[in-house]
């Protein structure tokens, strides 16, 4: 395939509440899109950094620097090229995963449609829906939590995740259960906000029979993790430790987790978030797709990801309007706790123009 043209398109998406984690309150979802146009069709690939680099290192101003100034100029001087080989061109250029992930998942985009062939195929999808989860925000108070997983309960969803951090988590995870039960399938998310020294602290945790507690110690350790895990009753799961499926494989040798959360822009593609897939896959741990608060592009990419075997817990995978009164592609809903896998060519979804037309708040071709 010889791209002609890129296009950069940053949207700005209001979200219904605000989003809080350990780091950050998100209230609008600063969107970087990717749309490329090659000879025979055009793909569009989403970018999942955030606006500022409190998640990881890579932030929307940062990945457009250096889609821009390195990534986009070695694609399309590399001449015909296919999006298996996207990520060996740009592996000489270090880290910027979230930036390189957008760029091949449009190429990918674009050369599936031009084959007729669907994300889930190519990546190996072996069901046609996926269960949802949810994820629910640090919120002021625990009638104000209660109400939101009521809620999220009652729509449907098949597992809930609560964000904690230092001060909200063994009395808000008790709260749920006291008033939900011990059947809901439940896990939490730290986001790196603890300490080796909390390991007393989070083993409080253990009474409460949670699916996993989900990155608790920084992205870096990975001893940490692993001294953690031999003390706690609860799986501990890696999310922001997990760059690659190298990365995976280290993580599972050395006892740091037991569960995967695989994000395809934090890997650096789907095309190695199917890697990360298959090592878990091989060493007999189960995997779960995250979520980056995506729009309809991302999201239709995630489903199809979620449908491989080794995805065995359910995902963020939620309806768009968890966030989005108003998404940019058709609105992904759920059904009985579930979402279906897109069939169509390539994503399987597009932009609506008239929505990004509206959403935009800076669009740039890099066109030679
Ligand atoms: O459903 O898309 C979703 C969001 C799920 O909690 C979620 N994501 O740490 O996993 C996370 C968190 C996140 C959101 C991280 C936005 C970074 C940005």
Known sequence: ??????????????LTSPFRTSFAVETVRDALLVRVVSDGAEGWGECVALADPVYSSEYVDGCIDVLKRHFVPALVSAGPIGAHEVS????????????????????????????????????????TVVPCG??????DSHPELLAAVGGYLEAGYRRIKLKIEPGWDVEAVRAVRREFGDSVPLQVDANTAYRRQDVAHLRRLDEFGLLLIEQPLPEEDLRGHAMLAARLETPV??????????????????????????????????LEARRVHDVCAAHGVPV?????????IGRAANLALAALPNFVLPGDISASERYYAEDITTPFTMADGHM????????????IAAVLDRRATHREWLTP
Request: with cysteine; net charge negative; proline share 4%.
């Open 1 to 14: 395939m010889k791209i002609s043209g890129v296009e950069l398109v940053r949207i700005e998406l209001p």
């Open 88 to 127: 060996p061109l740009l592996s000489r250029f270090h880290g910027h995963r979230m930036a390189k992930s957008a760029l091949e998942m449009a190429v990918l985009d674009a050369e599936l449609r031009e084959e007729g062939r669907s994300y889930a195929r190519e990546l190996g999808a072996t069901r």
């Open 134 to 139: 949810v994820s629910v925000g640090i919120m």
């Open 288 to 296: 779960w797709c995250g979520g980056m608060l995506e729009t309809g």
């Open 340 to 351: 279906a896998v897109p069939e169509g060519a390539g994503l399987g979804v597009a932009p």
């Open 237 to 270: 799961c890696l999310d922001e430790s997990i760059v690659s499926a190298a990365a995976a494989a280290d993580a599972i040798t050395l006892s740091a987790c037991s569960i995967v959360n695989v994000k395809p822009g934090r890997v650096g593609g789907y």
